[in-house]
């Protein structure tokens, strides 16, 4: 079973940069998802993109051109690198893995389809 393990999280004033970590472990497969979500408590979780074993990505609209995602397979270790943070994406952020057999043609994972999710990391951006 896959475990998850996110580091990186902190407090950065507007304008300001983070990375986020999520390291992967106890995978069978080398073929995956690796989504990305935030949760703000008392609103809804929401999901800010993803990217795949082959290195493919979507972010959602809230996010593009601010929000990088990336990896290193030599250290089984997927990145979210945030730039221009606004006091907005203040949250407790998520990585979240599903593990297949091969990748889907077109088509990302719904939230309810990632099997396996991190601790969270805490980001705090003050104005």
């Known amino acids: 079973q896959g475990q998850l393990v996110e580091t990186g999280g902190g407090s950065v004033q507007a304008g300001g940069s983070l990375r986020l970590s999520c390291t992967v472990s106890?995978?069978?497969?080398?073929?995956?998802?690796i989504g990305w979500f935030r949760h703000v408590r008392g609103k809804e979780r929401e999901g800010i993109g993803a990217?795949?074993?082959?290195?493919?990505?979507t972010y959602a609209d809230g996010v593009k051109g601010r929000f990088t995602f990336s990896k290193d397979d030599t250290k089984d270790t997927l990145y979210l690198q945030m730039n221009s943070l606004k006091p907005e994406d203040t949250a407790m952020y998520y990585c979240?893995?599903?593990?297949?057999?091969?990748?889907?043609?077109?088509?990302?994972?719904?939230?309810?389809?990632?099997?396996?999710w991190g601790q969270g990391t805490q980001v705090t951006v003050s104005s």
């Open positions: 979240a893995a599903l593990f297949v057999s091969e990748l889907w043609s077109g088509e990302w994972p719904g939230t309810n389809e990632y099997h396996y």
């Open positions: 106890g995978s069978t497969t080398s073929t995956y998802y």
């Open positions: 990217i795949s074993s082959a290195g493919t990505t």
